[in-house]
């Protein structure tokens, strides 16, 4: 199981940013994911997470209205889409695959860093 | 939202020892836990999960208990490579939420 995300870096208060997590090593239309983030030096907080089949949606509510979280399994790819981003949105990013579709997250990717300030 | 709140903060024992850590839920959870390593720099790692069984891979030096309110993990004569934070995590109800993290450090 291999997952890498992509799509991190610097943006402004305001903007908008789109991660990506490339999935590899499993059938991927056949797992939920998820995204966990970690701002700097702090615990972990869950953010989203996506059904198998990409039919249901679930949001922390610290990000609702803001994220969304998308999969293409044409590509094998998990998407999370960040608009009206704010400086407490500062944290790495990380991409997750449930374990037997139980929500735990049973593998991680390395992280993708994203920084909101001006 | 359930709430876990683990204690202590910080453990300090040396290699060798017994580390036993809690997670209290704020409300029943039945036994929809799960135990997370991390250390510095990487992505967290999952330990334990539904309470008490073992993800694969992992030694069996790591023990899960508990159910309903109270959860412990306890790892048994301490590897150097234990010395982590570790987080509980429930999946019980959305949110899905994370406790704050006990770091275990050496003494």
């Known amino acids: 199981v291999q997952l890498v995300e992509s799509g991190g870096g610097l943006v402004q208060p305001g903007g908008s940013l789109r991660l990506s997590c490339v999935a590899s090593?499993?059938?991927?239309?056949?797992?939920?994911m998820g995204w966990v983030r970690q701002p700097p030096g702090t615990g972990l907080e869950w953010v989203s997470a996506?059904?198998?089949?990409?039919?249901?949606?679930f949001y922390a509510e610290s990000v609702k209205g803001r994220f969304t979280i998308s999969r293409d399994s044409s590509k094998n790819t998990l998407y999370l889409q960040m608009t009206s981003l704010t400086v407490a949105d500062t944290a790495v990013y990380y991409c997750?695959?449930?374990?037997?579709?139980?929500?735990?997250?049973?593998?991680w990717g390395q992280g993708a860093l994203v920084t909101v300030s001006s | 939202e359930i709430v876990l709140t683990q204690s202590p903060a910080t453990l300090s024992l040396s290699p060798g020892e017994r580390a036993t850590l809690s997670c209290r839920a704020s409300?029943?959870?039945?036994?929809?836990l799960a135990w997370y390593q991390q250390l510095p720099g990487r992505a967290p790692r999952l330990l334990i999960y539904d309470a008490s069984n073992r993800a694969t891979g992992i030694p069996a030096r790591f023990s899960g208990s508990g159910s309903g309110t109270d959860f412990t993990l306890t790892i048994s004569d301490l590897e150097p490579e234990d010395f982590a934070v570790y987080y509980c995590?429930?999946?019980?109800?959305?949110?899905?939420?994370f406790g704050q993290g006990t770091r275990l450090e050496i003494k």
């Open positions: 997750a695959r449930t374990l037997d579709n139980m929500y735990y997250f049973g593998h």
């Open positions: 996506i059904s198998a089949s990409g039919d249901n949606t």
């Open positions: 995590q429930q999946r019980l109800s959305w949110p899905i939420t």
């Open positions: 409300q029943t959870i039945f036994s929809y």
């Open positions: 090593g499993f059938t991927f239309h056949t797992y939920a």
